[in-house]
């Protein structure tokens, strides 16, 4: 299967809703940063992790190696979070980066 | 501090034209360079990866070549454009030969028509 499963492909919420994102590995990964894509296509990083967990405002992020996953969840969404969101992970094997399939957000009012 | 530059922010070209694109990084030495293609609605996949200045390693055959001709350079180019080519196109960098964090540069838009 794919080294990186992100899921869900598309989510909607209205402002103030709280969701989180999920990113599963099939192997071992040493870190994992999460990303926004903007309409423009830029690339905002959002986190970058090697254990643990990290917040950022209304955003919190969880990367667990051992249980191969990690989370991006956001508190009360606003209407500037929509956007793709993309997890990418580092192969401890291979130290090659894969990203995850991108989750759709739609936030509206 | 660090900053990443590409050019140009979008393209339109004919199918079988030629493609240059470049990146540029400011600030930091040796920096392990990277290029992502992104479908329309798609995930990143990376094409390209450099070490070092004159060392490009490829990772996704995609009809692409690139080159690093100085340090803080890398370019991305076709002699013949292909439809399959449309995309986005991203440079990063990171600090370490282990793909740690990357920083990415703003992209470039392709349209192939």
């Known amino acids: 299967g794919m080294p990186v499963e992100q899921n869900p492909p598309a989510l909607s919420l209205y402002e103030g809703a709280d969701s989180g994102l999920r990113c599963n590995f099939s192997?071992?990964?040493?870190?994992v940063q999460w990303f926004q894509q903007n309409h423009r296509g830029r690339l905002i990083t959002l986190f970058y992790?090697?254990?643990g967990t990290k917040e950022n405002g209304r955003l919190k992020s969880t990367f667990n190696s051992k249980e191969r996953y990690s989370t991006l969840h956001i508190k009360d969404a606003q209407l500037e979070d929509s956007g793709t969101y993309f997890c990418?992970?580092?192969?401890?094997?291979?130290?090659?980066?894969?990203f995850g399939t991108g989750t759709r957000l739609q936030v509206s009012p | 501090a660090q900053t990443i530059h590409q050019w140009p922010v979008a393209e339109i070209k004919a199918v079988g034209s030629p493609l240059s694109l470049g990146c540029t990084i400011k600030?930091?030495?040796?920096?392990?360079l990277y290029w992502y293609w992104q479908a329309t609605g798609g995930t990143l996949q990376q094409l390209f990866y450099?070490?070092?200045?004159?060392?490009v390693e490829s990772v996704v055959q995609l009809n692409l070549s690139a080159s690093r001709p100085k340090d803080d350079q890398f370019i991305l180019s076709t002699e013949k454009l292909l439809l399959s080519h449309s995309g986005f196109y991203l440079c990063?960098?990171?600090?370490?030969?282990?793909?740690?964090?990357?920083?990415f540069g703003h992209g470039t838009k392709l349209s192939v028509l």
């Open positions: 450099s070490i070092t200045v004159g060392q």
């Open positions: 192997t071992t990964m040493k870190s």
């Open positions: 990063a960098w990171s600090r370490t030969v282990s793909n740690e964090r990357l920083f």
């Open positions: 992790l090697a254990q």
């Open positions: 990418a992970a580092v192969s401890s094997n291979t130290d090659k980066v894969v």
């Open positions: 600030g930091k030495s040796s920096p392990n």
